[in-house]
């Protein structure tokens, strides 16, 4: 294409309102500043019609627009290093210069050895940013992050406590799902049991055939029209979890995830030579060096990572790239608050590497009606990410004023 019919082309019809509205908007876009910076957590134990474990960052420009960040389940630790260290970093800065922020951050923290409420807080800022850089653009944030790669995306279902126990009544669940939602892949955890009975040092037999039970059941009812997915939440050693992963070879799981703690790769890699089950590693991680140790591990068949722990989506964007150099597929943690996932479903639009995404069916059935103005629900076993500018979440108002929420603000 000649030069002198580069602009046409990229103002024509077939990219209005994605990349040629955020070109134009952009070369016209006047200076923006933060100005404040606020947080809001609910006060635990409280009788709410929603059960929130974690805080929102609400960062302010001087042209008056919101962006929401999100991270959990520290809450007065997130808190305190925002408004501590965070807010003067930040405040005057132009929200738009994302990779830098996130850079000059993450110096900061590793000089204090970074990690925990450090790395969530600078989750939470970095969602915040991208909702700031969406809104300001009038775009979604997927568009952003490269464009709409997957229109839907196929969702799991994570069995948080609802109507049904998934030790006792697993196909109960799964059915509720098929026939109102039509998905068809669920996570379980029967054998958390077992570790804690044992203090995570030994599984017997006994404990080996109490944890097969539901996923027998699964298997028998439903057949091979459904995903199993296993949770194991780190709680075993190698040798326990080779014994459990080697019983688990005949009914055929997605993955087993978690089944040790992150950061012993070496062992995973036995763990991964050991079974021809595929192994899921680690929403528990933070950071991309610490994925790219994982990964050349060759440990891992599918890259999880959370969005609200890990980095924020700058840096999950930047795990996801390194996985499909890997040629491996990604499959976002999402068993937080509300902004996790819908921030997860506009980085999974966007990227080509997607196996699935996690979902809790007691969120959407409960939690979210409650607060959310629009509140994502799976059909036919898939999402959409909202087409609305930013990450598009609308938050009630009465939430923001219930008289346990706890709000702090830092200004200029």
């Not at 979890?241 to 790769?265: C, T």
């Not at 639009?349 to 607060?371: G, K």
């Not at 999402?383 to 009465?398: D, H, N, T």
């Amino acid at each position: 294409m000649k030069r002198r019919d580069f602009l046409p082309f990229l103002l024509s019809p077939a990219l209005a309102g994605t990349g040629a509205q955020a070109f134009a908007q952009t070369s016209s876009a006047p200076d923006m500043k933060i100005t404040r910076i606020d947080t809001t957590y609910f006060k635990p134990n409280s009788n709410l019609p929603w059960e929130p474990n974690w805080t929102w960052v609400r960062i302010h420009t001087s042209n008056g627009l919101m962006g929401l960040g999100e991270t959990y389940p520290r809450n007065e630790a997130e808190v305190g290093v925002v408004h501590s260290t965070i807010a003067s970093m930040l405040i005057g800065r132009d929200p738009r210069d994302i990779d830098r922020i996130w850079a000059d951050f993450y110096r900061t923290f590793d000089f204090q050895v970074t990690g925990g409420a450090e790395m969530r807080a600078l989750s939470a800022v970095d969602l915040a940013l991208w909702d700031l850089l969406g809104k300001s653009l009038n775009v979604p944030v997927y568009r952003l992050l490269g464009g709409k790669s997957n229109p839907e995306i196929r969702i799991y279902n994570t069995c948080f406590g609802h109507r049904y126990d998934f030790n006792k009544e697993p196909e109960k669940i799964m059915h509720e799902l098929i026939d109102r939602y039509g998905v068809r892949a669920i996570k379980i955890w029967p054998f958390d049991r077992a570790a804690y009975r044992n203090q995570h040092e030994y599984i017997t037999t006994a404990d080996i055939e109490e944890g097969l039970g539901p996923v027998r059941k699964l298997r028998d009812t439903f057949g091979n029209d459904i995903e199993i997915l296993m949770e194991f939440h780190s709680c075993w050693d190698l040798t326990s979890a080779v014994r459990i992963a080697k019983a688990l070879e005949p009914y055929r799981p997605m993955w087993l995830e978690d089944m040790l703690l992150p950061g012993n790769f070496s062992q995973y890699k036995v763990l991964a030579e050991s079974t021809s089950n595929p192994l899921t590693i680690s929403e528990r991680m933070a950071g991309r060096m610490e994925f790219l140790q994982m990964l050349e591990a060759r440990a891992a068949k599918y890259v999880m990572f959370d969005v609200t722990w890990c980095g924020g989506l700058s840096e999950a964007k930047k795990i996801s790239t390194m996985a499909e150099a890997f040629e491996l597929p990604v499959a976002p943690h999402t068993a937080g608050g509300p902004l996790l996932f819908y921030a997860s479903t506009h980085l999974t639009t966007a990227l080509t590497n997607v196996a699935i995404q996690e979902s809790c069916q007691v969120f959407y059935e409960t939690t979210w009606p409650a607060m959310l103005e629009n509140p994502i629900v799976p059909h036919d076993g898939k999402v959409r990410a909202p087409e609305l500018p930013g990450l598009g979440m609308q938050i009630k108002p009465e939430v923001w004023t219930n008289p346990v929420a706890i709000t702090r603000t830092t200004t200029a």
